[in-house]
């Protein structure tokens, strides 16, 4: 895998791991490093590379919008309240996605007015969108 395809990857996923490395190559370079080089199995000076490609791709952006960078403390409260937001999603118990919704009100009383006492959604909170469980 070249050092693009990690930058593509890792710009366009959604897991945490993708979120960590984020969060990584805004304040620690080597632990970036590092974690790209066990994700994606590859050497250091690709994941460097891809790290490189990352950060002149963010500042690219920042100059072709006009914004004015921001300093490294409002990057680092920035990126703690990012991961405070990550912590706070609750998780499938079954296949630990977050990919969640509630289950309304609405449909518990259709479930409850339906099977009576033997409906089971009057309990439960979410339904996860990728297994289907519920709880």
């Known amino acids: 895998m ?8 890792i710009g366009t996923g959604s897991q945490p791991e993708y979120y960590d490395m984020g969060m990584l190559m805004e304040d620690d370079i080597e ?18 590379e891809a790290i490189a490609i ?8 920042v100059r072709r919008r006009g914004i004015i960078p921001l300093t490294t403390e409002q ?3 920035y ?19 977050t990919n969640l919704k509630e289950i309304s009100i609405t449909s518990k009383i259709a479930d409850t007015a339906m099977y009576g006492i033997f409906g089971t959604k009057r309990n439960k909170t979410f339904h996860c969108n990728n297994c289907g469980y519920e709880w």
């Open 2 to 9: 070249t050092a693009y395809e990690i930058y593509e990857e």
């Open 31 to 48: 632990g970036a490093s590092k974690l790209i080089q066990e994700y994606f199995k590859c050497d250091k000076e690709t994941a460097d």
């Open 54 to 61: 990352m950060n002149n791709a963010v500042d690219e952006l």
């Open 75 to 77: 990057r680092i409260a």
């Open 79 to 97: 990126a703690n309240a990012a991961a405070r937001e990550a912590l706070n999603k609750p998780k499938c118990p079954t296949c630990s996605s």
